[in-house]
């Protein structure tokens, strides 16, 4: 299958819209760890970074006023949105960190979005982990519910024979 035979509707927010191009990339996260005496530095890799997904995005037609402003109370509206990629597809958590309209006297009824987005991933929870005896406290509660699931099991064994 040809690439551009494969390529998604893109959209953000349910609003749709066509792309001239994409320039899309990610940075990684690393620490330089140099020694004296030492040429050059141990990289450490500490993970890849956000992605960000740039698109030049043309709104055209006797329409183009309409669906430019649907674009833009898209882009604006705060927090991250599903944005659909044309190439990638979805990106469930994308948020708009930047757009530009240009109008060209040449280009009639017809308007060039730049627009920006960052992949947003939810954050570990502060105190995910628990403490010695917070686990030792959960044990009776973890037990109940291992009988319990158990007395359920043979009863169901039991009532089928």
Same mark, same amino acid.
């Given at each position: 299958?040809?690439? &551009?035979? =494969? ?5 953000? @927010?349910?609003?749709?819209? %066509? ?5 899309? #990339?990610?940075? +990684?996260?690393? &620490?330089? %760890? ?13 993970? @890849? ?7 030049? $995005? ?10 430019? +402003?649907? /674009?833009?109370?898209? /882009?604006?509206?705060? #927090?991250? #949105?599903?944005?659909? %990629? *044309?190439?990638?597809?979805?990106? *469930?958590?994308?948020? $708009? $960190?930047?757009?530009?309209? @240009? %109008? ?6 017809? &308007?060039? $979005? ?7 991933? *939810? ?7 628990? /403490? *010695? ?8 509660? @973890? ?8 007395? =359920? ?7 089928? /024979?």
């Amino acid at each position: 299958m040809a690439w &551009a035979n =494969s390529l998604l509707d893109a959209s953000y @927010r349910g609003v749709s819209f %066509h792309v001239l191009r994409t320039d899309d #990339g990610a940075d +990684r996260s690393t &620490a330089e %760890h140099a020694y004296p005496y030492v040429d050059g530095a141990d990289i450490e890799d500490l993970g @890849r970074g956000p992605r960000r997904f740039r698109a030049e $995005v043309i709104v055209w037609g006797a329409a183009y006023e309409e669906a430019l +402003r649907g /674009l833009i109370e898209a /882009l604006d509206a705060p #927090g991250p #949105g599903e944005l659909v %990629h *044309p190439v990638f597809g979805s990106i *469930p958590s994308a948020q $708009v $960190v930047r757009y530009s309209v @240009r %109008h060209e006297a040449d280009g009639v009824d017809q &308007a060039a $979005v730049s627009v920006e987005w960052v992949e947003s991933t *939810p954050a570990a929870p502060f105190f995910s982990r628990s /403490l *010695p005896g917070q686990q030792a406290q959960a044990i009776p509660a @973890r037990s109940a519910a291992a009988r319990s699931a158990v007395a =359920s099991a043979i009863e169901s064994v039991v009532g089928a /024979l």
